[in-house]
Nanobody
Framework: QVQLVESGGGLVQAGGSLRFSCAASGLTFSNYAVGWFRQAPGKEREFVAAISRTGGSTYVADSVKGRFTISRDNAKNTVYLQINSLKPEDTAVYYC??????????????????????WGQGTQVTVSS
């Protein structure tokens, strides 16, 4: 079965950096765009970043642009989310998700949660001030 497993979360101080990994199995990874989302305490889950099937296109939400970078290694079936200059407001559970993309839209990706087919279980990040 399809599995997405996030890792890399933890407790960090403001100003620090983290790199999340999302390891996929049970699917043809290169046929899927991958997105990262987060849910802060008491808030709805929100889009953070997405990357196309080949990694040729990426998109990062305006709220985190300049601090968040998404990348992927299809040989390892893994997507990464690098976060720099962490802020207390980055405290959240971070989820990765995979969305099937047709071959004619190889540079496509989605920001809408409902378009994603598979989700990981999430990884918690707590940023202390």
């Amino acid at each position: 079965q399809v599995q997405l497993v996030e890792s890399g979360g933890g407790l960090v101080q403001a100003g620090g950096s983290l790199r999340f990994s999302c390891a996929a199995s049970g699917l043809t990874f290169s046929n899927y765009a991958v997105g990262w989302f987060r849910q802060a305490p008491g808030k709805e889950r929100e889009f953070v970043a997405a990357i196309s099937r080949t990694g040729g296109s990426t998109y990062v939400a305006d709220s985190v642009k300049g601090r968040f970078t998404i990348s992927r290694d299809n040989a390892k079936n893994t997507v990464y989310l690098q976060i720099n200059s962490l802020k207390p407001e980055d405290t959240a559970v971070y989820y990765c998700a995979a969305a099937w993309i047709p071959s004619y839209n190889i540079n496509g990706y989605y920001t809408e949660q409902y378009k994603y087919n598979y989700w990981g279980q999430g990884t918690q990040v707590t940023v202390s001030s």
